[in-house]
């Protein structure tokens, strides 16, 4: 496995040779990235959370990704990010705040499916979004775009009732600093409002499925509130939402609250070792055409360790159904595709939908004769 452990002076580093993924692709290239780079994980025992360090090279790597309009993780939009638009909803009218005239400002707002809800609800809305997708953001009319990073001398002097950003807060290098300058650009009362996935199980079970280039920061409840008091914030509310897939969090101004929250959990090194030998010991009898990765980009970090890139790939997601992840053989290919042309075994990788696509799988006659395990049934 391309995997190594590095000791400095004042860090347990652990390094991976990970895919470096942004975006599936129309061939197997990577639209000129790298196929793979270092992935340095460690854990921040103040802040009770695991990060990465970024290294200049990756630093200006993800940069340029960011430009070029990365689609990674849990878009807010119809259709395969619709879960996640409406527990931002939900969570964002369970703050108990009155949307209409207030003065609203949306961190990585994407393609502006949220901003339209919260413009629909009477807040007068401001989006940032760098990169390609910017000028192309087809929102209402009177909604503000900015094409840019946070922060930006373009908001200078601005100040806002609410600041929100979903799934934008584990890209950040320094997320400390990053809520502290939101901070700064609050109105009296005004809350950050934001949403980051829940890292909590995967980081329990050794799970490398969320580990990821872009991704900086892996949160869990108490490492989410620990950040925020640093940056200091006050958590006025904190809970888990898309079927537990996803931390929701409100900060305002004040003294921080006393919070039973559970501990982070810790020893994720000795975990993923374990965990990888299982999923390679499952997957042994099986040749690479045999064997089908349900959620491949769930699935990408353990086979490409595994060296098993040769593998069939499948997902429920229209979008990115005959695409590739750089670096692995076969396109990803639709359920019915799948059974079409049943392979011995499918290992799902999703653990929010794990057993809604197991029960799917085992209710076709065509799948009846596939072995059908869940990443869950292989935990530590």
């Excluded at 000791?7 to 990970?18: G, V």
């Excluded at 996640?84 to 939900?90: I, T, V």
């Excluded at 207030?102 to 949220?114: A, F, M, Q, S, Y």
């Amino acid at each position: 496995m391309h995997w190594r452990y590095v000791q400095s002076i004042t860090l347990k580093m652990f390094t991976y040779e990970l895919p470096f993924f942004f975006e599936p692709q129309i061939d197997s290239s990577n639209s000129g990235f790298p196929f793979s780079q270092p992935f340095d994980l460690y854990h921040d025992e103040q802040l009770n959370l695991y990060r990465q360090r970024v290294s200049p090279v990756l630093r200006d790597l993800l940069r340029q990704v960011y430009l070029h309009g990365s689609t990674l993780g849990a878009a807010m939009n119809r259709g395969a990010g619709e879960v996640y638009l409406e527990s931002a909803q939900e969570f964002l009218k369970s703050c108990s705040i009155d949307l209409p005239g207030r003065k609203l400002l949306e961190i990585g707002c994407g393609n502006g499916t949220l901003l339209e809800f919260l413009s629909s609800q009477g807040s007068i809305c401001t989006g940032l979004e760098p990169g390609v997708t910017a000028p192309h953001l087809g929102i209402t009319p009177g909604i503000r775009i900015i094409d840019d990073f946070f922060p930006t001398p373009r908001i200078d002097g601005d100040r806002f009732d609410i600041i929100c950003h979903f799934n934008v807060l584990e890209h950040i290098e320094d997320p400390i600093t990053f809520l502290n300058l939101q901070r700064q650009l609050l109105r009296e009362g005004g809350s950050i409002i934001f949403g980051v996935p829940n890292c909590a199980e995967h980081l329990s079970v050794g799970d490398l499925s969320m580990m990821i280039h872009e991704h900086c920061s892996y949160f869990t409840m108490a490492g989410l509130a620990s950040v925020a008091s640093a940056a200091g914030l006050r958590v006025a509310k904190l809970v888990k939402g898309a079927a537990g897939g996803m931390l929701f969090a409100q900060l305002t101004e004040g003294e921080a609250d006393e919070l039973d929250l559970p501990p982070p959990p810790l020893n994720f090194e000795s975990k993923a070792r374990i965990a990888l030998s299982r999923i390679e010991k499952l997957l042994s009898p099986f040749s690479d055409t045999e064997f089908c990765a349900y959620c491949p980009t769930r699935a990408m970090n353990a086979l490409f360790l595994l060296k098993r890139a040769g593998a069939r790939l499948v997902d429920d997601n229209t979008a990115i159904h005959h695409l590739y992840i750089p670096g692995f053989a076969s396109p990803i290919e639709s359920f019915e595709e799948i059974c079409e042309k049943p392979p011995k075994c499918i290992l799902i990788f999703s653990r929010t939908f794990s057993e809604v696509i197991r029960s799917r799988c085992l209710k076709s006659a065509r799948l009846r004769n596939t072995r059908v395990v869940t990443i869950a049934e292989l935990d530590v």
